[in-house]
């Protein structure tokens, strides 16, 4: 009975304190306004709360009664505010999960901003995609889904170049049946799986049919231009044999066959001879001579294909190449002695033997040169010889080495040009590099140099097109 008229008493004590202190809060807010009323209020309830807590220990009812008393006045004020829960502290694990998968988490934080419970399973995202690639890869990658051709394309590049081939051995048959060209035949990278980005150029090789007997071979040492790569075809026995003994004899300039009035003949007859609307009509295709060229070209366009052909004069004498190639300049008897053959199956013998990447790194090289604004003027020969001479100090060429490899090649690239001589790898007398020009050697020189410490910079020019 005295427990209960003391807490009787306690309740009427604090109505008279409660309703002194809401006539106090009241008053405030005139005369201080909502922030001072506020702040008022706190110091009240603060003050308030010690003096109960002084003079008697409240049971569990009057705690629930004074915090639920204490919470209205704040709702009062308009104090209140929702506070979010501070976030769980993360374990390492928890931590290496987030950085790897940060979108995995953004589903669940927008549910719950928006009070809705998350029943989706958050997509698993490889780590790979989310992680810088090593050079290997990029190179591998820029290999796969740039340089290399679809098999469809080259197919249907050689089918279209090999029914040309046959209309336009035809005609030259017909044309100059006193002429002993031998049996043309398709040539060049695209025939040897080395073109690179798109199917679009090949050779037609022409053969000259030369008597032995009638015609020699000068080396390039001892022409006047003392060029070891440059050779020249010599009319011999004019005395016995008078010209017109050879068929070849009509395109003689003093006494040496001259690659470009061969050239010349050729050219008027693919320009005004031909009936390429014709051929084209039947193969369904479009076939135009290109008239402002020094080299004997054809453009063809089938559908959505592009194709470039070239016609390249070739004759052979034991194991030399001569093209009618003659380089520029005055002398124009000159023929240009080729080493693409010996090229292509030394370096197809180096990969068989150690089931290297050569022909790989190659691919890769000449994809960054086709289109670079300074480095197209590297050539697949340029670019093979270096392969080769390096293949001379360097034994693993395996592909898990090839970042290794093309880092290798720039540095030898730069160290060529720097010198301006690039030795043919089977006659070390000859400088491929002969016809550049200083500028162009000095400009492909510091787009090297500058590619050397970061080589996926090449690769990225193309990515960013």
Same mark, same amino acid.
């Given at each position: 009975?005295?427990?209960?008229?003391?807490?009787?008493?306690?309740?009427?004590?604090?109505?008279?304190?409660?309703?002194?202190?809401?006539?106090?809060?009241?008053?405030?807010?005139?005369?201080?306004?909502?922030?001072?009323?506020?702040?008022?209020?706190?110091?009240?309830?603060?003050?308030?709360?010690?003096?109960?807590?002084?003079?008697?220990?409240?049971?569990?009812?009057?705690?629930?009664?004074?915090?639920?008393?204490?919470?209205?006045?704040?709702?009062?004020?308009?104090?209140?505010?929702?506070?979010?829960?501070?976030?769980?502290?993360?374990?390492?694990?928890?931590?290496?999960?987030?950085?790897?998968?940060?979108?995995?988490?953004?589903?669940?934080?927008?549910?719950?901003?928006?009070?809705?419970?998350?029943?989706?399973?958050?997509?698993?995202?490889?780590?790979?995609?989310?992680?810088?690639?090593?050079?290997?890869?990029?190179?591998?990658?820029?290999?796969?889904?740039?340089?290399?051709?679809?098999?469809?394309?080259?197919?249907?590049?050689?089918?279209?170049?090999?029914?040309?081939?046959?209309?336009?051995?035809?005609?030259?048959?017909?044309?100059?049946?006193?002429?002993?060209?031998?049996?043309?035949?398709?040539?060049?990278?695209?025939? *040897?799986?080395?073109?690179?980005?798109?199917?679009?150029?090949?050779?037609?090789?022409?053969?000259?049919?030369?008597?032995?007997?009638?015609?020699?071979?000068?080396?390039?040492? *001892?022409?006047?231009?003392?060029?070891?790569?440059? =050779?020249?075809?010599?009319?011999?026995?004019?005395?016995?044999?008078?010209?017109?003994?050879?068929?070849?004899?009509?395109?003689?300039?003093?006494?040496?066959?001259?690659?470009?009035?061969?050239?010349?003949?050729?050219?008027?007859?693919?320009?005004?001879?031909?009936? =390429?609307?014709?051929?084209?009509?039947?193969?369904?295709?479009?076939?135009?001579?290109?008239?402002?060229?020094?080299?004997?070209?054809?453009?063809?366009?089938?559908?959505?294909?592009?194709?470039?052909?070239?016609?390249?004069?070739?004759?052979?004498?034991?194991?030399?190449?001569?093209?009618?190639?003659?380089?520029?300049?005055?002398?124009?008897?000159?023929?240009?002695?080729?080493?693409?053959?010996?090229?292509?199956?030394?370096?197809?013998?180096?990969?068989?033997?150690?089931?290297?990447?050569?022909?790989?790194?190659?691919?890769?090289?000449?994809?960054?040169?086709?289109?670079?604004?300074?480095?197209?003027?590297?050539?697949?020969?340029?670019?093979?010889?270096?392969?080769?001479?390096?293949?001379?100090?360097?034994?693993? =060429?395996?592909?898990?080495?090839?970042?290794?490899?093309?880092?290798?090649?720039?540095?030898?690239?730069?160290?060529?040009?720097?010198?301006?001589?690039?030795?043919?790898?089977?006659?070390?007398?000859?400088?491929?590099?002969?016809?550049?020009?200083?500028?162009?050697?000095?400009?492909?020189?510091?787009?090297?140099?500058?590619?050397?410490?970061?080589?996926?910079?090449?690769?990225?020019?193309?990515?960013?097109?």
């Amino acid at each position: 009975m005295a427990d209960l008229v003391h807490k009787r008493g306690k309740r009427q004590d604090d109505n008279g304190l409660g309703g002194a202190v809401d006539f106090l809060l009241a008053n405030a807010r005139l005369v201080l306004g909502l922030g001072g009323a506020a702040v008022l209020a706190i110091a009240t309830l603060v003050v308030k709360r010690l003096i109960d807590r002084a003079t008697s220990s409240p049971d569990e009812d009057d705690a629930k009664a004074e915090q639920k008393s204490i919470e209205e006045s704040w709702q009062d004020l308009s104090l209140i505010k929702a506070v979010p829960k501070p976030p769980k502290k993360q374990s390492r694990a928890d931590l290496s999960e987030s950085l790897l998968s940060p979108s995995a988490t953004l589903p669940a934080q927008a549910a719950e901003t928006h009070g809705h419970p998350t029943s989706l399973e958050t997509p698993q995202v490889e780590s790979r995609t989310l992680l810088c690639l090593t050079f290997q890869e990029k190179l591998l990658s820029y290999y796969r889904n740039y340089v290399t051709i679809p098999e469809s394309d080259v197919a249907l590049g050689k089918q279209l170049a090999k029914d040309i081939c046959i209309e336009l051995q035809s005609f030259l048959q017909n044309k100059c049946p006193e002429l002993p060209f031998g049996s043309m035949f398709l040539s060049g990278s695209l025939c *040897d799986d080395l073109q690179v980005v798109a199917a679009d150029h090949v050779c037609f090789m022409l053969p000259l049919v030369f008597e032995t007997t009638l015609w020699s071979l000068i080396p390039g040492e *001892d022409t006047i231009v003392k060029d070891p790569q440059f =050779w020249m075809i010599r009319r011999t026995d004019l005395e016995y044999f008078p010209r017109g003994s050879s068929p070849w004899d009509r395109f003689i300039v003093g006494r040496y066959l001259s690659s470009n009035v061969i050239n010349e003949a050729l050219h008027k007859m693919l320009v005004a001879s031909v009936n =390429w609307p014709a051929i084209g009509s039947m193969l369904e295709c479009l076939i135009r001579p290109v008239v402002a060229s020094e080299e004997l070209k054809l453009e063809v366009t089938h559908y959505e294909t592009q194709l470039n052909i070239t016609l390249c004069p070739v004759t052979e004498a034991g194991d030399k190449v001569l093209l009618a190639k003659p380089p520029k300049g005055l002398v124009e008897n000159l023929w240009r002695q080729s080493f693409y053959r010996s090229e292509v199956s030394k370096l197809k013998d180096l990969d068989a033997a150690d089931s290297g990447a050569r022909r790989c790194c190659l691919k890769i090289l000449k994809g960054i040169c086709k289109n670079h604004p300074f480095l197209s003027k590297l050539t697949g020969s340029h670019l093979t010889h270096v392969l080769l001479h390096l293949s001379d100090t360097e034994s693993d =060429w395996a592909e898990e080495a090839l970042a290794a490899r093309f880092q290798h090649v720039l540095e030898a690239l730069v160290g060529y040009l720097e010198t301006g001589f690039l030795p043919c790898y089977f006659n070390s007398q000859i400088n491929l590099f002969c016809e550049l020009l200083e500028e162009e050697i000095d400009e492909m020189g510091y787009a090297l140099y500058s590619a050397v410490s970061q080589p996926d910079l090449l690769l990225q020019e193309h990515a960013d097109k």
